[in-house]
């Protein structure tokens, strides 16, 4: 009976030691599904105890980790749910979307024919980068013919110097919004440089000329 109950103890205390401490722990810089697919984590033992888990955004970047590697200023501001957020290990807080609201759009690329422009049903995925106000894009492009149909994320599209100028790519809020038709007329043709430079050195030269006649 005595042995019976020591090894119920101690398997006690292994499930104690096995489940107390674990968080899960990455950082979307080195590896985008910490933030759009954080369900595909397991959570790892800490180095240092403190039973709390966190998940913070910072610059975009979704890190998740144990709270005992945060300094003390950002552990005492790590109370909201948009930016930075604490939970015991029991809740595994810290491996659901973060911020749970953030958006999705369908991301894709692809040439004018291909299953990116024709298929509007495909489902829209986490942008892996968290911005407040980003928003989905389309964007199609007559010069490049491998890439020429693009949806995602504007905050993605930004970081890699295409849609800047939101006029060359259609944008719009909400999850999945980027579902139009190729065809559809709302979507502008991005610009190529040489003819947008050209044709607004034009308009320059032209409005200079006509305000000086009147
Ligand atoms: C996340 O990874 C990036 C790139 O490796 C690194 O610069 C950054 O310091 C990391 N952040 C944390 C909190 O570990
Ligand atoms: C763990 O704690 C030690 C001593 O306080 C510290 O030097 C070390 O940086 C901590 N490690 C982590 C991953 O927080
Ligand atoms: C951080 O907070 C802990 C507990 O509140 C305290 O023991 C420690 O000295 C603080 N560290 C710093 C650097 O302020
Ligand atoms: C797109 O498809 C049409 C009809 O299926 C075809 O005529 C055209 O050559 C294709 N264009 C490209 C760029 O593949
Ligand atoms: C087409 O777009 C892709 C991705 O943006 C880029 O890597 C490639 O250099 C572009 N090709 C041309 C001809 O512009
Ligand atoms: C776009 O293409 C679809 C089928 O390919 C067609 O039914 C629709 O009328 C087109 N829309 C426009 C605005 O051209």
Known sequence: MRFLLSVGIVFVVFLAYAYSDSCVQCNSSNDPKCA???????????????STC????????????CASELDNATLSTCNNNMECMTCSFMEGCNGA?????RLSCIQCSGSLNSTCSLDISAR?????TYKLGD??????????????????CLSTAQSNGVCTDTSDCYTCEGNGCNFL????TVIPWAKGSGYVYGSSLFMI????FVTRQS
């Open 135 to 152: 928003k989905c894009y389309i964007r199609r492009d007559d010069k490049n013919t491998t890439q020429s149909f693009q949806r995602g």
């Open 97 to 101: 979307l973060f911020p749970q609201y």
């Open 181 to 184: 038709q190729a065809n559809e």
């Open 54 to 65: 966190y998940v913070r955004v910072v610059d975009g970047v979704t890190i998740r980790g």
């Open 205 to 208: 030269v032209v409005a200079f």
């Open 124 to 128: 829209p995925s986490v942008c892996p």
């Open 36 to 50: 759009t697919q954080p369900e595909n984590f397991l959570a790892k033992q800490c180095t240092n105890s403190s």
